[in-house]
């Protein structure tokens, strides 16, 4: 079951920042709702028990991105 999250200001520029290192593009915020909507349920659900500024949760978002895109 796909639960919606809505982001905080301050998730945005976590995500802006994770986004940004891994591919070095711009993207909006409805652009990084679509990066969030698509991550998998553990990813996001240790942004959701811990914060989007958790190590791990940047971790494993960045690491999630990176083998995708390669």
């Given at each position: 079951?796909?639960?919606?999250?809505?982001?905080e200001k301050e998730d945005f520029y976590v995500l802006h920042d994770i986004v940004f290192?891994?591919?070095?593009?711009e993207y909006t915020n409805e652009e990084l709702q679509t990066v969030w909507d698509n991550l998998p349920?553990?990813?996001?659900?240790t942004a959701i028990q811990w914060g989007t500024?958790?190590?791990?949760?940047r971790d494993n978002m960045y690491e999630h991105l990176e083998n995708?895109?390669?």
């Open positions: 079951m796909k639960v919606t999250v809505e982001l290192e891994v591919t070095g593009y349920e553990h990813i996001q659900a500024n958790d190590t791990v949760f995708k895109l390669k």
